[in-house]
């Protein structure tokens, strides 16, 4: 396999260059020959930051675990390999009224990823977190044991299982409690917004009303449009299919552009675009699910539109008593530093609790940002944004991340040093070792600077 199947969503980062199949580490580590922080798992590769990467050992490729191993069509319980894509899941599920409870912005995620990540959808505040939905998991650990984890069984490891990002070994199996829907079709409602204040207004009611909902703003617009944008709320439809339509569209970038397609002209006149067409008509509309969960599936390959040095996303989540205040910071900064976002999402988190120990939703509003990298004007800008958010009381997304500080992380997540007891010794990222491990060396962990 090429290097590419390796890399991380963003790019910015290099691919990894030792790689492994999940039977031979299975092997490697029932033999308990695992040597310190030499694997990690790896999913499909859409995490945008190195958290999927482990530059110093080997990554171990989950995707041949693809079986669906049973379903229960009455309950909706599934069990699945870890490497079985969430658009498999959803085609097996489908034909008898199924649906994950949660969803991210992409199909292409493997069962294992979605629980290392406690990936959130557009409906947190009905759902909470994909954790919220795992009955239990199989965990291989570099002792040779294979685990059975649950709430009642080994929680401990259940609960830095999810949202651990990979660290406590391999997930093996999952059992998922699916949701009942009357037709994978959506009935959405694009309502225009003026300004961030409006939506603020419009953000809790629409969150009552609705199983998803979610904002998408123009970032680049000036003046008194300035935080204008559009709410997308959506329920599923009564009457609609009961059968997945094809996973991803039919176009794709084929090759790597040699610069940033998404420049500040483009952006303007994609945003001017958008906005028009989905947002000329407050009516309600019958849709796929494809292109309310994941338009962007539809665009194969379209990461490499951000050029060969490839995008830094960045997702934070503040406080809702501060939320309009610093949501609006964020969008300034972003805009005195002239970058634009190809895409600006802006959420409310609710109060249910993910069972993970380090999960990053929290009560509060998310924004999501992406910015093609520069550099160090980019890195700056980034930096500025997690200042920004950690002050507000806010956390930085640790799976979309490939260059916070550790001192960002720590005030992100105060609960690290539970994962790191439970993290395996033979595990290692590269988003771990430039975090937590640097902060464990602050605090005198002589083994930790080994």
Request: hydrophobic share 40%; aromatic share 10%.
């Amino acid at each position: 396999m090429g290097a590419e199947r390796f890399d991380s969503f963003g790019r910015a980062t290099p691919p990894a260059t030792r790689t492994m199949p999940a039977d031979d580490a299975i092997a490697l580590m029932k033999s308990g020959k695992a040597k310190k922080n030499a694997l990690l798992a790896y999913g499909n590769g859409r995490s945008y930051g190195d958290s999927c990467q482990n530059e110093a050992g080997t990554v171990v490729d989950m995707r041949p675990l693809d079986r669906i191993l049973a379903f229960n069509a009455e309950t909706g319980l599934l069990e699945a390999e870890a490497g079985v894509l969430l658009s498999d899941i959803m085609a097996h599920a489908a034909p008898y009224g199924f649906f994950p409870a949660v969803v991210p912005g992409t199909q292409f995620v493997t069962l294992g990823g979605a629980i290392a990540n406690d990936v959130h959808g557009k409906n947190h505040h009905r759902r909470g977190t994909f954790g919220c939905h795992v009955e239990s998991f199989t965990l291989l650990r570099s002792d040779g044991r294979i685990y059975r984890c649950s709430d009642t069984d080994n929680a401990c490891l259940f609960q830095a299982t999810i949202g651990g990002m990979g660290l406590t070994g391999l997930i093996l199996s999952a059992s998922i409690r699916m949701m009942r829907v009357p037709s994978l079709d959506i009935v959405e409602k694009a309502t225009p917004f003026r300004d961030l204040g409006e939506f603020f207004d419009l953000a809790e009611a629409a969150d009552q009303a609705n199983e998803y909902a979610v904002a998408w703003i123009d970032q680049l617009a000036g003046g008194h449009r300035r935080g204008r944008g559009l709410l997308f709320t959506g329920n599923h439809a009564e009457h609609g299919s009961h059968t997945a339509s094809h996973a991803g569209g039919r176009l794709s970038v084929p090759f790597q552009p040699p610069f940033n397609v998404l420049n500040r002209p483009f952006l303007t006149a994609f945003n001017a675009a958008y906005r028009w067409k989905k947002g000329r008509s407050s009516v309600p509309r019958h849709v796929g699910y494809q292109g309310f969960f994941f338009p962007l599936d539809g665009l194969s390959g379209w990461n490499r539109l951000y050029g060969p040095k490839g995008l830094f996303q960045h997702q934070s989540v503040v406080p809702e008593d501060v939320a309009h205040r610093a949501v609006k910071a964020l969008l300034e900064a972003a805009r005195q530093a002239g970058q634009g976002s190809f895409l600006t999402v802006l959420k409310r988190f609710g109060s249910i609790r993910s069972p993970a120990l380090l999960s990053f939703p929290r009560p509060g509003f998310t924004l999501t940002l992406d910015f093609p990298n520069r550099g160090e004007v980019t890195l700056q800008l980034l930096r500025e944004l997690d200042r920004i958010t950690v002050e507000a009381g806010g956390a930085v997304n640790p799976y979309k991340d490939a260059r916070m500080g550790a001192d960002i992380f720590a005030a992100s997540f105060p609960d690290w040093q539970r994962l790191e007891a439970l993290r395996d010794p033979a595990f290692m990222s590269d988003f771990w070792m430039r975090t937590a491990k640097k902060l464990d060396v602050r605090r005198g962990n002589v083994e930790a600077a080994e």
